[in-house]
């Protein structure tokens, strides 16, 4: 049943929020509502017991927001889920703007939810970057537009970054810490304002 739930997650994507149904079809050619109550229940005990920032995540945030930095989310998950974890990690005031499935009917990395980001940021690609740890879908659909981007190896399995990196970064930077995005807005700033 384990790889049947990741075979679904692979194929329908990591957000579908009825992975357990799909699971649970394709093994049992039924849903039987017994397990599939105590698979959700188990996975969100797990999630919210596993659900932290990695570290220097509100200083990178904060100071990004005191240089006049806009920040915005796009995530492939539907819009309260999304909200949800936002607010549960205490995240909500530095994101004014959030394009979630919902509001363009696709996912990364087609190019709508980049563009929609930046339209309701006021602001055009190449004055943009897309901070993400899946180079597939984050940085290739930001590169797609014409955005900056940068590869989060820090939210990667550290055994599997060797293998992510050879899959596919094709990133223009690669950070290891959160706080590597503030260092390199502000040499970005500095070459602009020379």
């Known amino acids: 049943m384990y790889e049947s739930i990741f075979e679904c997650y692979w194929k329908e994507g990591i957000e579908d929020q009825n992975i357990f149904d799909k699971a649970l079809l394709k ?11 105590a698979g959700i229940i188990g996975y969100k005990r797990a999630k919210e017991g596993h659900m932290t920032l990695y570290p220097h995540v509100r200083l990178t945030l904060t100071e990004l927001l005191k240089s006049g930095v806009k920040i915005g989310l796009v995530s492939d ?4 889920p999304v909200w949800l974890r936002i607010v549960a990690l205490g995240l909500h005031r530095y994101f004014k703007h959030v394009v979630t499935f919902e509001d363009t009917g696709e996912r990364k990395p087609s190019p709508k939810p980049f563009k929609k980001i930046l339209e309701l940021l006021k602001t055009r690609p190449e004055k943009s970057i897309m ?11 930001a590169k797609k537009i014409g955005m900056l981007t940068a590869w989060a190896r820090y939210g990667v399995d550290p055994d599997k970054i060797a293998e992510a990196r050879k899959k596919f970064t094709g990133a223009d930077y690669e950070l290891g ?12 700033n500095e070459k602009q304002a020379l």
């Open 27 to 37: 093994e049992f050619g039924q849903i039987d509502y017994r397990l599939l109550a």
């Open 77 to 80: 998950a539907p819009r309260l």
């Open 131 to 141: 901070v993400g740890d899946w180079g597939e879908r984050d940085v290739e659909g």
């Open 177 to 188: 810490d959160i706080y590597d995005i503030a260092r390199i807005v502000r040499k970005i």
